[in-house]
């Protein structure tokens, strides 16, 4: 377990630069006053989106130059999904980590180029695969001598357009010797629950969050928006802004907790 709790949160996609920023802006003072590390996540691109005119983001190019904003303006550091090897190139000119989306954690190329960067990568294990197989992931990884790398566990199918987590793949995954990340948000989502959305449950990110720290994460990631219910991505899963630092004192003493009684 790590000695401070990683905290990984933002927009689930930069939607403007108003809310964007109005919402690093609150996180860094929710660091502040916590003491809590806190990682900036927004993605310039969703590719991956139930249907056709489902909303995306900026792109790329503006995306980046939004998210650079944010790590100027308000000294976050700051992290973003990449889809391609292409891109995590380009993206790590200016982001200080990547992140591999779930539904990409097979994909060798894209895996061997984000660790190429050098760049501390987080990788989400897809919903379809067991605790396990992330070694695979890892040995991709590693095979170029990058070791900054993160898991982050986000549910497993279960059965349709629903998600469940099995709180054995923590200590299973944390066996590997890198830091795992439960994706609070994400593991509520009801994948394509609306037809052409998906639905969610954020009323039970409280108890998740309490339960994967008490269960010996090193780490949170956690969607966050002003005003979920209008969010143009994941608003039914995404926690709003007023709830977060409530949310995070009480899984910062639960982890304090865990570290006194290891003695760390």
């Known amino acids: ?7 990984i949160a933002g927009p689930c996609v930069i939607e403007s630069e108003e809310i964007l920023f109005g919402t690093a802006e609150r996180l860094r ?3 502040g006053n916590l003491g809590l590390p806190i990682i900036f996540k927004s993605s310039y691109d969703k590719a991956n989106r139930s249907s056709l005119s489902s909303f995306r983001g900026p792109g790329m190019e503006r995306g980046l130059e939004l998210l650079d904003g944010v790590r100027k ?3 976050l550091p700051v992290l973003t999904d990449i889809h391609t090897p292409d891109e995590a190139r380009i993206a790590s000119e200016v982001v200080d ?3 591999v989306p779930a539904f990409l954690c097979r994909q060798t190329d894209l895996i ?5 960067t050098g760049k501390p990568v987080n990788i989400k294990k897809g919903q379809f695969l067991a605790p396990w197989d992330v070694k695979n992931i890892i040995q991709k990884f590693t095979s170029t001598g990058n070791r900054n790398l993160m898991i982050t566990e986000r549910g497993t199918t279960f059965g349709y357009n629903n998600l469940v987590v099995d709180f054995r793949a923590f200590p299973i995954m944390r066996g590997y010797g890198y830091p795992v990340i439960f994706d609070v948000t994400h593991s509520l989502q009801l994948p394509g629950g609306r037809g052409d ?3 969610g449950n954020r009323e039970f990110a409280p108890t998740l969050a309490r339960a994967a720290v008490a269960a010996g994460v090193d780490g949170l990631f956690l969607e966050v928006h002003p005003d979920p219910d209008k969010a143009l991505c994941d608003g039914p899963n995404m926690i709003s802004l ?3 630092e409530g949310m995070l004192r009480e899984v910062k003493a639960i982890h304090r907790l865990l570290s006194e009684g290891t003695g760390k």
């Open 242 to 244: 007023e709830s977060l």
């Open 112 to 116: 061997i180029a984000a660790s190429e």
């Open 197 to 199: 959305a998906s639905g």
């Open 73 to 75: 303006r308000f000294g």
């Open 29 to 31: 003072e929710i660091a």
């Open 1 to 7: 377990m790590t000695d401070e709790l990683i905290i």
């Open 97 to 99: 980590y990547l992140q």
